[in-house]
């Protein structure tokens, strides 16, 4: 059990009994889109996030980054951290059916990679050192720009071939994909993941 200073804020319950065997923390629900109508619920994710940090893990299917985003808006952006899990495809054992994207949520995750996304997130352990804090080059809107990212004709297609390069979900805007690879990447390893991205899309 992984004891983690920062509560932790998911979608629904499934996926809170997931995390729970995973994390000692509190774990908030959001109740999917119930939140945005829930004032006392936002109020106490507010007051966790002031308090001791909160980190946003939900679905990487549109419906979560809407979500996301909401929590983004309405929490200040130095008291959360975003967590993301990868696109896998696939049906929980529950469901009948895969969802509407046919990717796995929260709940239809291995330990081991709910445990990295919250380690990339940059989480605080408690009962262990967290790693060393190294001073890195950022990577800059410039960066985006001049590696085509941005800006182009083909910036939206050459994005989504890096992000799954890089196991990141496809719904990202340049913004939030610039957010998560400070988050997750050197500059060395986006550089890295540029060319092999590059040299998968040459025909």
């Known amino acids: 059990m992984l004891k983690i200073k920062e509560a932790v804020v998911v979608e629904g319950r499934y996926d ?13 629900e959001t ?14 994710l507010r007051r966790l996030a002031r308090e001791r940090g909160l980190v946003v893990l939900t679905d990487s299917d549109g419906a979560g980054f809407v979500i996301r985003n909401f929590l983004k808006g309405a ?3 130095g008291q959360v951290k975003h967590a993301y899990i990868p696109d896998l495809f696939g049906k929980e054992r529950r469901k009948r059916q895969p969802g509407k994207e ?4 929260v709940e239809g995750m291995r330990p081991q990679v709910l445990e990295e996304a919250l380690r990339r997130a940059g989480v605080t352990f ?24 941005s800006g182009g004709p083909d910036s939206a297609q050459r994005r989504q071939a890096l992000l799954r390069r890089l196991k990141l979900p496809e719904h990202m805007t340049a913004n ?23 040299e998968e899309q040459e025909p």
């Open 102 to 105: 046919g990717k796995l949520g």
């Open 31 to 44: 109740k999917g889109f119930g939140i945005f109508k829930d004032s006392e619920r936002l109020s106490l």
């Open 75 to 77: 929490i200040p952006p």
């Open 126 to 149: 408690l009962d262990q050192e967290s790693g060393e804090h190294i001073s890195r080059r950022p990577i800059t809107k410039a960066d985006l720009f001049a590696a085509g990212l």
């Open 176 to 198: 939030a994909m610039l957010e998560a690879l400070n988050v997750f990447c050197t500059y060395e390893e986006f550089q890295s993941a540029l060319s092999a991205s590059e």
């Open 16 to 28: 809170k009994n997931t995390l729970s065997q995973l994390v000692d923390t509190i774990i908030i």
